[in-house]
């Protein structure tokens, strides 16, 4: 199961393997796969899950990954999984592998969020012009998974061939490339497409150099206040629970004939820092991420990290770790966090 980033390979996978699968890094690799197994027809299949790419030519670990695995001759199958509403960008990796292998699969999800802003995609016509089987979906809601798991099976079952043909995704140049796009996209005769007009009136406020900034850091300061802010009450009641339960431990402890360095080491050293954490760095973090989640949802982390893009490559970064700098700001900003550095600090001068 192989895609570009956010074309939802990981509702496909679990729709098909449910709770059977587990993940892990390969031997030697620092990047994260799934595997899973689901059967079909009496059938077990076990399916690999790799890392998002947007193409074969590595030049990060996630496409090293999804290379290699793709140049072995392991899989009996491959399923491209492609974004119905923008097919465009995804034929890249698509067209790549197709000239690896001819025993492939490509799965077109999010075919409802085409529908809903008016793209039309001729099925028939694109598995014609690959040659190769296609399958709409729209996996969040379980359409054309029992398709796709019969058109898997049809591929494994049909006479094995050699799966790796030679590592063409190399040699390919990008006006090659594109090029196969380009003729790909005029048989197919996509319809509609681009951003709707609500988007685009959206993106000329949100992007805009004008309002977009003063935007952006209006909501993240609302998003910082409410954290800070509303992370005090429940760190108190956390606070008084678990330092509550500190003292009857001391007394149980006292009472007891334990030697006192061991229980201070235990209560006073290892609990009270636990109960410190937990009541200082919990709450904030339970209000921050899902505060940031209903933002990614909505579609304004995307264009937080376009309006910050332009600073970030000042000093070689990129716009997308614009959350790594707020949850940065979030620790620097949150004074109980401060507190927590002086309690830290306290307790390891004492108990030295």
């Not at 496409?63 to 199958?77: F, G, M, N, P, T």
Request: proline share 4%; net charge negative; glycine share 6%.
């Amino acid at each position: 199961l192989i895609g570009n980033p956010n074309v939802g390979k990981s509702t496909i996978f679990n729709a098909l393997t449910g709770m059977h699968q587990h993940t892990g890094n390969w031997p030697g690799k620092t990047v994260s796969t799934a595997q899973g197994e689901y059967k079909y027809n009496g059938e077990t299949y076990r399916l690999i899950d790799l890392p998002g790419s947007y193409s074969l030519c590595a030049r990060s670990a996630e496409e090293e990954v999804s290379r290699d695995y793709i140049q072995s001759k392991e899989a009996d199958a491959v399923v491209v999984v492609c974004d119905a509403t923008c097919l465009e960008r995804n034929l890249n990796l698509l067209l790549q592998i197709l000239d690896m292998t001819s025993k492939v699969v490509v799965c077109v999800n999010l075919i409802d969020e085409a529908e809903r802003k008016g793209i039309k995609i001729n099925l028939d016509k694109l598995s014609d012009c690959l040659k190769t089987p296609v399958v709409g979906a729209a996996a969040a809601q379980g359409k054309g998974i029992d398709e796709l798991a019969g058109r898997v099976a049809e591929i494994v079952c049909e006479q094995e061939e050699q799966l790796c043909k030679g590592n063409k995704a190399d040699s390919l140049t990008p006006e090659m490339i594109w090029n196969r796009i380009a003729k790909v996209v005029d048989e197919v005769d996509i319809q509609g497409g681009g951003y709707s007009p609500r988007d685009r009136k959206i993106d000329s406020i949100l992007t805009n150099k004008a309002t977009g900034i003063p935007i952006m850091l209006a909501t993240l300061m609302a998003v910082f206040w409410i954290t800070i802010t509303g992370a005090n009450y429940p760190s108190q009641l956390l606070s008084a629970g678990l330092f509550a339960l500190e003292d009857k431990m001391l007394d149980f402890f006292m009472s007891t004939e334990i030697p006192k360095f061991f229980y201070e080491m235990l209560v006073l050293g290892v609990y009270r820092v636990v109960a410190w954490v937990v009541s200082v760095m919990l709450p904030p973090m339970a209000i921050f991420f899902p505060l940031f989640t209903l933002l990614e949802d909505l579609g304004y982390l995307p264009r937080v990290a376009f309006n910050l893009d332009k600073y970030f490559k000042k000093c070689s970064a990129c716009g997308k770790q614009a959350l790594t700098m707020c949850i940065g700001k979030l620790m620097l900003w949150d004074k109980p966090y401060r507190y927590l550095l002086s309690i830290s600090s306290q307790f390891c001068f004492d108990f030295k």
